[in-house]
């Protein structure tokens, strides 16, 4: 579906897109306008890693580690599977 340039609003949703297609990261108005407005569930390295360029910063400025399941029962010497983290993305404050 065609939408004209404007009905895509302003503001870093617009900047971001022409600066992340810059460093090889190709996402549409929709994948920025989700990764503006929301926490994303993933993001890949690439994509972090062009964020962090764009915004001159390191991705400890932008991710926060929370540990999820805190209480993990293991026996003596067995040694389980890596337990998965979630992460918080901060937006930095630029103003």
Request: charged share 25%; with cysteine.
């Amino acid at each position: 579906m065609f939408r004209p340039a404007n009905s895509y609003g302003s503001g870093p949703r617009r900047r971001l897109v022409p600066l992340l297609a810059e460093r090889g990261v190709d996402l549409s108005w929709e994948q920025v306008f989700r990764l503006v407005t929301q926490p994303p569930q993933r993001l890949s390295m690439d994509t972090l890693a062009a964020r962090c360029d764009i915004l001159d910063c390191q991705p400890n400025d932008l991710l926060e580690v929370k540990v999820v399941n805190v209480e993990v029962r293991k026996t003596a010497g067995e040694a389980g599977p890596a337990q998965p983290r979630r992460i918080t993305i901060r937006r930095p404050d630029l103003t």
